[in-house]
């Protein structure tokens, strides 16, 4: 459905670079990256808001590099709703197809099937002041589907909302991408919405796209550091891959050697390894996990219902426990304890 190849779009300063990214009709495709990375430069070249320098932008097998916006196809969601406060909801929703001049007939059936869609039939005589924030997106998302584009465009729709408001609405977003299969570009800097929404993520970074994938692939299998940290990995180390003189495969940072499983790439690498696939004891486990060290608690993080346990091995080394476990094993900073994970946990790159 969309298809943009060496995109690079200048704007001051900022420059976003070959660019190519192919996304699948009906597919929900989220635009992953930090504040200032490219994020909705990308996404408003698509719409068509920015000259394009270098590249082209295909939509449904038409290049549509040159089009005017209102040609595309394509409708626009921002984190701010953009919502016209002296219209009700109602007027709102319908103004797009007013200003195409569009039937009244199709109108009303287009009114009725977006809000019956979205639930939102009960505000639609209140003007936007008086919603709250997760109203006000949905009617902001009732007010771009209600055009039926090919094409919808979520610029950080749900960051600006509280953290339960966040969840309802992240579930409506679920919902109807996944009844109505309209092809879906979301931004968004919140790597635990990438994963909650997206069919594939793409990373992007100083503007430039650094990985596409699968939530998993990005979640597991990062290709640099910078895809590591921002999927939170915590645990990223510099070494050496080698051959153990019994055959196996080590990834060597400082004096610890992780075995790694499979073959591997030698020479200068990195080496990542998510917090939740750490376990951490009071004993040895008695487990078939091949990496096993003994250190102390360097740092503990309190995030309310998990933690995060640092342990100095070294090198240091991050675990995500729950609440409980750690209520329960009495951890304490300086505390001697175990680490434990599988040599299939480690990703090498």
Not at 195 to 209: K, P, Q, S
Not at 236 to 259: H, Q, R, W, Y
Request: aromatic share 6%.
């Amino acid at each position: 459905m969309i298809s943009i190849r060496d995109l690079s779009v200048e704007l001051g300063e900022f420059t976003l670079r070959n660019a190519s990214l192919d996304v699948a009709d009906g597919e929900y495709m989220v635009i992953l990256g930090p504040t200032g990375a490219g994020k909705t430069v990308l996404l408003e070249s698509i719409a068509g808001l920015y000259p394009v320098k270098y590249g082209k932008v295909w939509i449904g097998g038409k290049d549509v590099t040159g089009l005017e916006p209102e040609k595309r196809r394509v409708s626009i969601v921002y984190q701010d709703q953009a919502l016209f406060p002296h219209l009700s909801v109602k007027d709102n929703i319908i103004f797009g197809l007013k200003v195409k001049k569009t039937p009244h007939a199709e109108i009303d059936q287009a009114l009725d099937r977006t809000v019956n869609l979205m639930g939102i039939g009960s505000i639609l005589n209140r003007r936007p002041s008086t919603l709250s924030g997760g109203e006000r997106q949905k009617v902001a998302l009732a007010r771009a589907l209600c055009t039926e584009p090919d094409v919808l465009l979520l610029d950080e729709p749900i960051s600006a909302l509280d953290p339960q408001t966040r969840e309802e609405v992240q579930y409506e977003l679920h919902r109807m991408q996944r009844f109505l299969r309209i092809t879906t570009m979301h931004v968004t800097h919140d790597f635990e919405e990438a994963i909650a929404l997206g069919d594939r993520i793409a990373v992007i970074g100083d503007g430039e796209l650094r990985q596409i994938g699968t939530p998993d692939e990005i979640f597991r299998q990062p290709n640099s550091e910078f895809v590591a940290r921002f999927a939170m990995s915590r645990n990223i180390f510099t070494g050496m891959v080698e051959t153990s003189p019994n055959g196996e495969c080590l990834f060597k940072t400082g004096d610890t050697a992780f075995v790694v499983a499979g073959d591997k790439i030698g020479g200068a690498t990195r080496a990542v390894i998510r917090p939740e696939d750490v376990l951490i004891s009071l004993e040895p486990l008695r487990a078939s996990a091949r990496n096993a060290f003994c250190g102390k608690i360097s740092r503990i993080t309190d995030k309310g219902s998990t933690l995060f346990i640092t342990v100095d091995l070294p090198p240091e080394i991050t675990a995500l426990i729950t609440r409980h476990s750690f209520d329960e094993m009495g951890l304490q900073l300086g505390m001697q304890v175990y680490v434990t994970f599988k040599a299939s946990s480690i990703h090498v790159f």
